[in-house]
């Protein structure tokens, strides 16, 4: 892809089989991306109080940030090297298998480690030692009360106020959202539920497709794939995966564009070299899921490699097809998943483009 300010979220094609948790698709230019899977059992808190919005979905509070307690986990020996910096050689100390401790920042370092319990990462956890000093611990040697979200700020880049009154467009990305963040309908046993989620979005789908001839029947199917039909959402109301950028010499600041209100750091799985690498990315905030959907159809538009698919408005598997080829998506299933999406019978996507 040519450079740009976004990249969505893209999910394998293994996800479309459970339509659960997004698994690992990635772009060229490092910028699609999905949220990576959690693997420890404790998960992030956010506050009981919800209310009912006029769409009929239900809200919760902004996300708190998950607890900063950490565990060391080793496979195949009984102690880690912390360093002084990430990926350094230099040693600051060592930690002890299953040794507590809790993680003062994380950062992304320029290598990823293969060798952990969880995965490959390039995210490493600043901690305190028993020595006294202060080191980097690689992520994946620790268990973490989450592999999504952040369980320390940023090293470096304190979190910003809350979005509040004219929006700037650009500044500083938060750890966790500052945002009331919108639940989507689930099936009973909180499993994704894509004809519930459809259903809800899909206003907000035929109003983009009015304003960007987008077909309704694809974003839906993309909503529907890379955010786990709602439930993934980046932990920021955004169902595309649509990523801040960087502002060129402005280290730490992100731009997020007329159409959110900030951005979150969160972990995501990227494609490396044929592999997958969990790394830390900045995605974009909305205060709800309409600026979302806005924002994708804008996304579409403006980037000029995907014009050729706006000879394919009238019908979405071409559409599909074609933003693919573009290199919306390294997965070489993605068009088909799509695809695949727009005609299963309960879910009927194309009737929002009839």
């Known amino acids: 892809m040519p450079p740009r300010s976004t990249l969505p979220a893209v999910a394998s094609a ?28 404790n998960g992030p808190t956010t506050s009981a109080r919800k209310a009912t919005s006029a769409g009929g979905t239900a809200r919760t509070r902004a996300s708190v940030r998950p607890s900063s307690a950490a565990t060391i986990v080793l496979q195949s020996s009984s102690r880690v090297t912390a360093r002084t910096t ?7 100390g060592t930690m002890r298998n ?22 490959t990462s390039k995210v490493w956890n600043r901690v305190k030692l028993k020595n006294g000093r202060t080191g980097y611990v690689p992520d994946v040697y620790m268990s973490t009360a989450s592999k999504n979200a952040l369980v320390a700020p940023y090293c470096g880049y304190p979190d910003p106020p809350a979005p509040s009154g004219a929006n700037p467009q650009q500044g500083r990305c938060s ?42 029947a694809v ?36 731009r997020w564009g007329p159409n959110a209100v900030g951005c979150v750091h969160k972990q995501t799985n990227e ?13 974009r905030m909305y205060t709800d899921m309409k600026g979302s959907f806005v924002d994708h159809g804008l996304f579409l ?17 071409r559409f599909a097809k074609a933003i693919h080829k573009a290199g919306y998506a390294t997965d070489p299933a993605y068009s088909s998943s799509l695809i695949s999406l727009m005609n299963r019978p309960e879910l009927d996507l194309k009737q929002y483009d009839r």
């Not at 994380?106 to 952990?116: D, E, H, K, Y």
């Not at 199917?221 to 595309?240: D, K, M, P, R, V």
């Not at 070299?273 to 990315?281: D, E, K, L, S, Y």
């Open 219 to 254: 974003t839906l199917a993309q909503g529907i794939l890379e955010s786990a039909s709602g439930t993934l959402a980046a932990g920021a109301n955004n169902y595309f995966g649509i990523k801040a950028q960087a502002v060129a010499g402005q280290r730490g600041i992100f």
């Open 175 to 216: 750890s966790v959202a500052s945002v009331d963040l919108v639940q989507v309908p689930t099936k009973q046993n909180g499993d994704p539920d894509p004809a519930a989620f459809s259903k809800v979005a899909a206003p907000f789908a035929i109003q983009s497709k009015r304003e960007t001839r987008v077909p309704a």
């Open 14 to 41: 293994a996800a479309l089989a459970v339509l659960l948790v997004p698994g690992a698709a990635h772009a060229a230019s490092g910028g699609l991306v999905t949220e990576a899977s959690p693997t420890p059992s």
């Open 86 to 92: 990430p990926n350094g050689t230099k040693r600051a």
């Open 98 to 119: 299953g040794e507590a401790t809790r993680v003062r920042c994380q950062v992304n370092s320029t290598r990823a480690v293969t060798s952990g319990r969880y995965g």
């Open 301 to 317: 538009v403006v980037n000029t490699r995907y014009a050729p698919a706006f000879e394919f408005v009238n019908d979405p598997e």
């Open 271 to 283: 494609s490396e070299g044929g592999r997958t690498v969990r790394q830390i990315a900045s995605f």
